[in-house]
């Protein structure tokens, strides 16, 4: 079975310091791989795919399937990077459908 | 509309009442799925709706939970006689494909006292 797993749930860093946020996967199949934020008061959105190969805000995920690991990181954290990250797991469920598995999350505060 | 909108956005309901949470989805996305978020347990699958095929509800915790997408559009969660346990936050997401993630609404924070 597909699982995500989110080993902090809080991480605090200073503004400027570098950041990471680990996610480490199980999955037998080819992972795809997300991370979504949630900032206070707003909704969940998509922050980054690892299919895209992208940079969202300063921040990257590199797919790890030795480790099956896909750790966000930014070189140098914001306050207004403060917020709520989930790492998420396209699996198959039960039922035999795609669905996004999600970790728990991550709460990342970044002080001044 | 411009984005995955839900009905009500706060729900308190007495224990045993049923209720009902609607979504509404981005035009054109044929995937909908609904979540539940609770503090410290991440986001949990319910069920997922994809075009005309039936329903996966592998994900829904009891047979009080149903759904329904009418017209390939709009969804309604159903969940018959609460309880306490089910207070938390309803997510509803849509997508074209879930590769390109999923559009979330604000959820419905729903409270059983």
């Known amino acids: 079975a597909q699982r995500v797993t989110q080993p902090e749930k809080l991480l605090s860093v200073f503004k400027g310091a570098p950041v990471e946020l680990k996610c480490n996967y199980s999955?037998?199949?080819?992972?795809?791989l997300f991370w979504y934020v949630q900032y206070s008061r707003q909704r969940l959105q998509l922050l980054l795919r690892?299919?895209s190969r992208e940079s969202i805000k300063g921040f990257t995920a590199d797919l790890n399937k030795g480790e099956t690991s896909f750790h966000l990181k930014k070189p140098f954290a914001q306050e207004e990077d403060s917020a709520m990250y989930y790492c998420?797991?396209?699996?198959?469920?039960?039922?035999?459908?795609?669905?996004?598995?999600f970790g728990k999350g991550t709460k990342l505060t970044v002080n001044p | 509309g411009a984005g995955v909108s839900q009905s009500p956005s706060n729900k308190v309901t007495e224990k045993g009442k049923d209720v009902e949470l609607r979504c509404d989805p981005i035009?054109?996305?044929?995937?909908l799925y609904w979540y539940r978020q609770s503090l410290g347990q991440g986001l949990e699958f319910l069920i997922y709706?994809?075009?005309?095929?039936?329903?996966?509800k592998s994900g829904l915790p009891s047979d009080r939970f149903s759904a329904e997408r009418t017209g390939g559009s709009v969804s309604t969660l159903t969940i018959q006689r609460t309880q306490q346990e089910d207070s938390a936050v309803y997510l509803c997401?849509?997508?074209?494909?879930?590769?390109?993630?999923?559009?979330f609404g604000s959820g419905t924070r729903l409270t059983v006292v």
């Open positions: 997401a849509s997508s074209i494909t879930e590769l390109y993630g999923y559009t």
């Open positions: 999955y037998s199949g080819s992972p795809e």
């Open positions: 690892h299919i």
């Open positions: 998420a797991l396209s699996g198959q469920t039960q039922g035999g459908s795609e669905k996004l598995v």
């Open positions: 035009s054109g996305h044929t995937a």
């Open positions: 709706f994809q075009g005309n095929s039936a329903p996966d």
